[in-house]
C-alpha cells in the first residue's frame, strides 16, 4: 500500500557530496516522520538522520555538521545531503517513513536502497 524509492546514489571521491532523495507514494493519509538509514557491508543498519512533520531533526554522531536531512510535506519527499564524504560513509542508504495509511494503520515503510560508495 504504501512505496518508498531512493535516488541519487553514486560513487564519489573523499571530500565530495551527494544529494539522496525518497519519495513515498500510495495509501497515505499522514507521514510523521521520515528517515534515512545505512548499512554497510558486515554491519548493522543504523540511523543517519530522522525529520518530523514539523522539521524537527536528529542526527548520528558521525555526520553531523556534515549532512542535512530535509523534506517536502506535499511531495511526500526526503532528502539527505551529504558533504564532506569519507570512505566510512560507504553503505547501502534506506529510506524510512512512519505512516498513517488511509485504512487507519500506523507503520514503518523501507525503500529498497541506494548505494553509495566514497572512494578515491
Known amino acids: 500500500q504504501v512505496q518508498l524509492v531512493e535516488s541519487g546514489g553514486d560513487l564519489v571521491p573523499p571530500g565530495g557530496s551527494l544529494r539522496l532523495s525518497c519519495a513515498a507514494s500510495?495509501?497515505?493519509?499522514?507521514?510523521?516522520?521520515m528517515g534515512w538509514y545505512r548499512q554497510a557491508p558486515g554491519k548493522q543498519r543504523e540511523v543517519v538522520a530522522a525529520?518530523?512533520?514539523?522539521?524537527?531533526?536528529n542526527y548520528a554522531d558521525s555526520v553531523k555538521g556534515r549532512f542535512t536531512i530535509s523534506r517536502d510535506n506535499a511531495k511526500n519527499t526526503v532528502y539527505l545531503q551529504m558533504n564532506s564524504l569519507k570512505p566510512e560513509d560507504t553503505a547501502v542508504y534506506y529510506c524510512?517513513?512512519?505512516?498513517?495509511?488511509?485504512?487507519?494503520?500506523?507503520?514503518?515503510?523501507w525503500g529498497q536502497g541506494t548505494q553509495v560508495t566514497v572512494s578515491s
Open positions: 524510512n517513513a512512519d505512516v498513517l495509511t488511509t485504512t487507519g494503520r500506523r507503520d514503518h515503510y
Open positions: 500510495g495509501s497515505i493519509f499522514s507521514i510523521y516522520a
Open positions: 525529520i518530523t512533520h514539523i522539521g524537527s531533526t
